[in-house]
């Protein structure tokens, strides 16, 4: 029971965290030398412009064939993580042992722990692969010394972070659902009492008492 609602927590705190990260315009930061009082942000759906004196200014991306490949290919991975996760969730919420969906069907709760455990899986790993593929990118395009150093770069943004953990939380829950059925699978629970036949236990002395009367009668 602690394994499952320890795989809950981490499974709804990473799906959390993944719908989060995809859609902050926080993936990655760039500061102007030329003018130190604007920070920009960049995300997967638009721009921003953050000023000093507080004022955002956001632009949504003009075109979805003009992205670069690995924002559009994280775009997509990371809706699908979302689906995954959310399905997950509810899966292994019916499965949950103080749930009582399918209380007269273990085997049945038990499939529906290991199929959301599976969907929380594969919505970590869906989340994983684009957020660490953008910071691949960054990374080369920061070090990119075909580049001349006045030109401003970008740099990982706080949604990167938030994505890692988001993987990681959904990996984590989704194994623990799912290594959790072992333990549901291997306790049997005993049988009442009331179904076990009585046992019929002869009198202490009995098997004496025929001899005994064999000799009287004679």
Known sequence: ARAQ?????L?????????????????????????ELEVWNMGLWQVCITQEEGAVECQAHGSFLALPPELRISRLLMCVSNGLGLLGCL?????????RACEDNPGQKQ????????????????????VSWVAYDTVLDFWDETVPDIVPRWEFGEATFLGWFAGAFLAAGGLLLACSTRSTGTATPPAPACRRPPTTRAPAGGHHAHPKNADLVI
């Open 5 to 9: 609602a320890g795989g809950m927590l």
């Open 11 to 35: 499974a709804l705190l990473g799906w959390v965290s993944s719908c989060v990260t995809t859609f902050v315009p926080l993936w990655k930061n760039l500061n102007l030398d030329l003018n």
């Open 91 to 99: 899966l292994a919420a019916l499965g949950l042992e103080g749930w």
């Open 111 to 130: 499939r529906l722990l290991l199929a959301g455990g599976a969907a929380l899986g594969a919505a970590g790993i869906t989340t994983l692969v684009p």
